[in-house]
């Protein structure tokens, strides 16, 4: 919802359509006095940022008259997102039906706040795309927390901190108030850590690219058929079968991936398997986790510095008489021999970046960038600015 320190604003914030709870937010420098004047809490304390009041919805009334007792309110809860010098943003939250919607904004309005029709995406409708394209449970959640308002309460908190440093002297257990430096140093620390998990959240639609890469016949074909639990590589003993890239989309431990069979990297005269081999070595450079695949009668190659993690893997294990000691994985496709061991590793490995259940985290370009700006800001002004864009109001 854009914002004027001018004059109060209002807008519906959730998607238009019937649904269970709607959510009209209220900004502006008068806010908390035309929300004051329609609605009647349920108990008389003072408005306190991020904590809900539940109450009637009566509509206005001229300040210093009492409601009409005979006019029907609306059951609603009322949340102060954020108080600062500007101004104030407020969400009430409504049943989610159109009568419902209309009679509060239609109060609003003729309590002189403008409605505006059209408004930024908020963070939480940015959320709600991406958790309509998620293809796990797992992802989904993380997506959810977002719909939930977990960047956004995280943000609005930040701002109300900032503000009330300008505004009051905020004394430390030490005696002495923080200074604004040890509070942006805090703030970027927090900053840091959220952003730590953009690798991951901002492609929460997408799948993990697992690459199998290896010498000829070391059994890349049988092993992805394995993971799979069916045949969609086709295998035969004669080395180089693979001469093109093949895809196939599972889902391990809750996380989607793409997992891609590779051709064999190896000296080649014949052009077509050349071109082969290229096509794999790109794809390598472009996977988030190469499964480096060797067998008892072909070693690993060498991939140098990859820049992505590596597994090692053994295949055709049960054809040598002593095991590897190290972080290799052994196993037999043809049997399925270590294969559980195998995805546990991939999940560790894919999984290490995701963020805890209820964590702020970024889901798309656009919040990574201003994340990475209020990490940047040197000042409490320019962080304020700088979270205020990530809220997409107006700085």
């Known amino acids: 919802m854009c914002s004027s320190k001018n004059f109060n604003t209002c807008a519906l914030l959730t998607g238009v359509g019937r649904s269970a709870v709607a959510v009209i937010g209220c900004q502006g420098p008068s806010a908390i006095e035309t929300i004051q004047r329609c609605f009647d809490p349920a108990s008389q304390r003072p408005f306190v940022p991020q904590v809900i009041r539940f109450g009637n919805w009566i509509g206005p009334t001229a300040e210093g008259t009492p409601a009409d007792d005979n006019r029907p309110g609306e059951a609603v809860v009322v949340l102060l997102k954020h108080q600062s010098n500007d101004g104030s943003k407020i969400e009430i939250h409504c049943h989610g039906g159109s009568a419902a919607i209309k009679r509060i904004l239609d109060d609003l309005c003729q309590c002189g706040v403008q409605y505006q029709s059209s408004q930024p995406t908020s963070l939480c409708a940015e959320a709600e795309i991406i958790l309509s394209r998620c293809q796990t449970a797992r ?3 993380i997506a959810l927390d977002q719909v939930r308002g977990k960047l956004s309460d995280w943000a609005d908190g930040w701002l109300d901190r900032l503000d009330r440093l300008d505004r009051t002297s905020v004394t430390s257990p030490s005696g ?25 959240t901002t492609r ?3 799948p993990f690219r697992i690459v199998l890469a290896g010498l000829p016949n070391v059994g890349k074909s049988s092993l992805i058929n394995a993971i ?9 003993p004669i080395a180089g079968t693979t001469r093109d890239i093949l895809h196939a989309d599972t889902v391990i431990d809750g996380i989607a991936v793409r997992l891609s069979d590779t051709a064999g990297i190896h000296a080649s005269a014949e052009a077509i398997e050349r071109e082969g081999i290229e096509r794999a070595r790109q794809e390598i450079l472009k996977a988030d986790l190469v499964l480096a695949i060797a067998a008892p009668d072909n070693p690993a190659i060498d991939f140098g510095e990859l820049g992505v993690p590596r597994i090692d893997v053994l295949n055709k294990s049960d054809l040598v008489d002593s095991l590897p000691t190290d972080d290799t994985v052994c196993t037999t496709a043809t049997t399925g021999q270590g294969i559980d061991e195998l995805l546990d590793k991939i999940a560790g490995a894919l999984g290490r970046s995701f963020p805890p259940r209820g964590a702020p985290a970024p889901i798309n370009a656009r919040q990574t ?4 700006a209020i990490s940047k800001a040197n000042r409490t002004d320019s962080a304020i600015q700088a979270i205020k864009a990530l809220l997409l109001s107006d700085a």
Do not use: W
Not at 228 to 236: A, E, K, P, V
Not at 369 to 372: F, G, I, M, N, T
């Open 228 to 236: 799979l639990g069916y045949d969609r590589s086709i295998t035969t």
């Open 369 to 372: 960038a201003c994340l990475s």
């Open 139 to 141: 992802t989904a959640a």
């Open 204 to 206: 929460l639609d997408q």
């Open 176 to 200: 002495a108030p923080p200074s604004g430096d040890d509070v942006l140093q805090e703030l970027h620390a927090a900053t840091k850590e959220i952003l730590s998990y953009a690798a991951v």
